[in-house]
């Protein structure tokens, strides 16, 4: 399903050149339960935007459900972030004002889908996470454990083939963070494709897999052994 290819990404800042990714090669199966790590500056950010077509490689080939994206326009991107990638961020991204299935039906808008049907679809998604009693609730009458879960619904509402999570616990309690990553685990089981990335290694322990990254290079990539029921 995805399917890096000698992946090399290079910032200039000034006269200096930043190499940030040195030449990743890594395939993930649909269906697969991973997690990115590594510490700041390792270049684990810079791999999970080029997975989320959020940035382009510099060299090397990116292919998602068989589709070559890095050489995609960048409207061309936006179709494929919006149609097959669910993004979750650790500052959830919530609009303030709208309540919580309006947020969750945002990204059906730019699909000019009828407004009975984003509607439904979004209603499922928050009930999919256990908030179908929270419709109606504004951000600032949520959780942080509630608004994380809405952020979640909004990435699921499209039918992603991946949802990818950017330290989807960070802004957590640690009870939270675990209720979070046991929907994670619910989400996996029901067949979604999930990559966190994370610097937490209790977090990372959630997947099956662990694919650690420093200097710009995958160092390490191994299965995790199945967690205590």
Same mark, same amino acid.
């Given at each position: 399903?995805?399917?890096?290819?000698?992946?090399?990404?290079?910032?200039?800042?000034?006269?200096?050149?930043?190499?940030?990714?040195?030449?990743?090669?890594l395939?993930?199966?649909?269906?697969?339960?991973v997690?990115?790590?590594?510490?700041?500056?390792?270049?684990?950010?810079?791999?999970?935007?080029?997975?989320?077509?959020?940035?382009?490689?510099?060299?090397?080939?990116?292919?998602?459900?068989?589709?070559?994206?890095?050489?995609?326009?960048?409207?061309?991107l936006?179709?494929?972030?919006?149609?097959?990638?669910?993004?979750?961020?650790?500052?959830?991204?919530?609009?303030?004002?709208?309540t919580?299935?309006?947020?969750?039906?945002?990204?059906?808008?730019?699909?000019?889908?009828?407004?009975?049907?984003?509607?439904?679809?979004?209603?499922?998604?928050?009930?999919?996470?256990?908030l179908?009693?929270?419709?109606?609730?504004?951000?600032?009458?949520?959780?942080?454990?509630? +608004?994380?879960?809405?952020? !979640?619904?909004?990435? *699921? $509402?499209? =039918?992603? &083939? %991946?949802?990818?999570?950017?330290?989807?616990?960070?802004?957590?309690?640690?009870?939270?963070?675990?209720?979070?990553?046991?929907?994670?685990?619910?989400?996996?089981?029901?067949?979604?494709?999930?990559?966190?990335?994370?610097?937490?290694p209790?977090?990372?322990?959630?997947? +099956?897999?662990?694919?650690? !990254?420093?200097?710009? *290079? $995958?160092? =390490?990539? &191994? %299965?995790?052994?199945?967690?205590?029921?």
């Amino acid at each position: 399903m995805i399917e890096l290819r000698g992946i090399v990404k290079k910032y200039v800042l000034g006269e200096e050149t930043v190499l940030a990714l040195a030449g990743v090669d890594l395939f993930i199966g649909r269906n697969e339960y991973v997690a990115l790590i590594g510490p700041s500056g390792s270049g684990k950010s810079t791999l999970m935007n080029i997975i989320g077509c959020l940035d382009s490689p510099s060299e090397g080939q990116y292919i998602l459900n068989g589709r070559d994206t890095s050489s995609l326009r960048d409207d061309e991107l936006a179709i494929v972030r919006n149609r097959e990638i669910g993004f979750i961020f650790q500052s959830f991204h919530l609009l303030p004002r709208q309540t919580a299935l309006q947020n969750v039906m945002q990204p059906l808008v730019y699909r000019r889908m009828p407004p009975a049907e984003r509607r439904e679809r979004a209603a499922h998604a928050l009930e999919k996470v256990g908030l179908g009693d929270r419709l109606d609730h504004r951000p600032n009458q949520l959780s942080g454990g509630q +608004r994380q879960r809405v952020a !979640v619904a909004r990435a *699921l $509402v499209g =039918e992603p &083939s %991946l949802l990818l999570a950017d330290e989807p616990t960070g802004n957590l309690d640690s009870r939270t963070s675990l209720e979070i990553m046991a929907l994670f685990d619910a989400l996996h089981a029901q067949g979604q494709t999930v990559v966190i990335v994370t610097h937490e290694p209790d977090i990372a322990a959630h997947c +099956r897999r662990t694919i650690r !990254v420093r200097d710009g *290079l $995958v160092v =390490e990539d &191994s %299965l995790n052994p199945p967690r205590a029921a």
